[in-house]
């Protein structure tokens, strides 16, 4: 999600899997990947790791005015199998040390949302989302354009053609 030094620390926000290629060579399946935080003591020489969220999740991002340095929100899409809310996209609060969900509806996969912000000087929020989900149902996808302070306005939505093989 981002990383951002802490005075005599580096604090780093992830997706962190249990485990990436133990028995499944072609990649991370096995377990459903949280958001954690890891805070590396400079002065001491250690690692202190902490859950933020144990619900399955990936593709983390931040406001990208803020790579880099401390942020307050962070947005992640659901990830794992249906029953784990892959139709979900989570807004995380790290001063106010909430969450917020938006679900999409069954069978729906969303991809990484991006944030825009409204304008270079607006607040962290103060922007839209923007990302993709695919509906299993039908087989089409969409770009979403949500309202980032609340997830709850759906500003804009617009259907992806399907290509046509023939």
């Known amino acids: 999600m981002n990383a951002y030094d802490d005075g005599d620390g580096i604090v780093l926000d992830v997706a962190r899997h249990p485990k990436m290629v133990g028995s499944d060579r072609l990649g991370p399946d096995e377990g459903l990947p949280t958001l954690d935080r890891w805070v590396i003591d400079l002065a001491h020489g250690k690692v202190r790791e902490s859950r933020i969220d144990d619900r399955g999740q990936e593709f983390p991002r931040v406001d990208e005015r803020l790579v880099g340095k401390r942020h ?95």
């Open 72 to 166: 307050r929100y962070g947005y992640a899409p659901g990830f794992g199998n249906e029953s784990n809310g892959t139709d979900r996209l989570h807004k995380h609060d790290f001063v106010g040390n909430g969450s917020a969900t938006r679900s999409f509806g069954a069978g729906k996969q969303l991809g990484e949302f991006v944030f825009h912000p409204r304008s270079a000087d607006a607040a962290e929020d103060d922007g839209v989302l923007m990302g993709y989900i695919y509906d299993a149902v039908t087989d089409h996808s969409e770009l979403a354009i949500l309202d980032a302070q609340t997830l709850q306005d759906r500003l804009c939505r617009q259907a992806i053609p399907a290509a046509q093989f023939a």
